[in-house]
């Protein structure tokens, strides 16, 4: 029980609002579900626009 005055705090990296480590919480390191989401978000976006710029140049060379 006195572990959680224990518990360390981190930052989220998504909203840098500072929340207790809690291994029940899901989503850590990010504070809540939204945070993980758009942080997901954020990758996916950025894969999607590399993925699409070598679909669009190798769209010549692979002119099979
Ligand atoms: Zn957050």
Same mark, same amino acid.
């Not at 959680?4 to 850590?28: D, F, L, M, S």
């Not at 894969?47 to 699409?52: A, D, H, S, T, W």
């Given at each position: 029980?006195?572990?959680?005055?224990?518990?360390?705090?981190?930052? &989220?990296?998504?909203?840098?609002?500072?929340?207790?480590? =809690?291994?029940?919480? *899901?989503?850590?390191?990010?504070?809540? %579900?939204? &945070?993980?989401?758009?942080?997901?978000?954020?990758?996916? =976006?950025?894969?999607? *626009?590399?993925?699409?710029?070598?679909? %669009?140049?190798?769209?010549?060379?692979?002119?099979?």
């Amino acid at each position: 029980m006195t572990n959680i005055n224990k518990a360390p705090v981190v930052t &989220c990296p998504q909203c840098g609002k500072e929340h207790v480590w =809690n291994t029940a919480n *899901r989503y850590r390191p990010f504070c809540s %579900e939204r &945070c993980k989401m758009i942080d997901l978000g954020k990758w996916a =976006n950025e894969e999607y *626009r590399v993925e699409q710029r070598e679909q %669009e140049l190798s769209d010549d060379d692979h002119h099979a």
